[in-house]
């Protein structure tokens, strides 16, 4: 659905996101479905070895967007981690990496804290790219 919209499209944004929505396109003039995501830059030409790693880390950062674009309305990063640990059988954390509560958290650390749980889930699921830069 999202290829068949707005896409998956390397842009400038501050950070990966989603933008539109796949199931309220044209509503009150709601855009289509797309995955924005911010394009790796190198000063050089790109070796083979990292055009690869670029081309997973494009490939998770996908994963992780579209699980958000999957209703009308999006799925939140809280939303999305918590239903992940839940099938996994782990708890939701209530406290973060320096022992905040998850509840006096400020939305930006909120939000952080929660895409880095579903970023966690993802890599025990579908692996995450690994390859180190080579230089030849």
């Known amino acids: 659905m999202v290829q068949s919209q707005g896409g998956y499209v390397l842009k400038q944004t501050p950070y990966d996101t989603v933008e539109g929505d796949l ?58 981690a918590t239903t992940m640990r839940e099938v996994e059988g782990l708890p939701i954390p209530t406290t973060g990496i320096h022992g905040t509560p998850v509840s006096s958290m400020d939305q930006y650390t909120r939000v952080t804290f929660f895409s880095d749980m579903l970023d966690q889930a993802l890599k025990r699921h579908c692996g995450y790219p690994t390859t180190p830069f080579q230089k030849k």
Do not use: C
């Open 23 to 80: 199931f309220a396109e044209g509503m009150n003039g709601t855009p289509p479905g797309s995955v924005p995501i911010v394009p790796n830059r190198l000063y050089s030409k790109p070796t083979p070895e990292q055009i690869a790693l670029f081309q997973a880390l494009y490939a998770f950062t996908a994963l992780h967007e579209t699980f958000h674009i999957g209703k009308r309305g999006w799925y939140t990063d809280e939303q999305v």
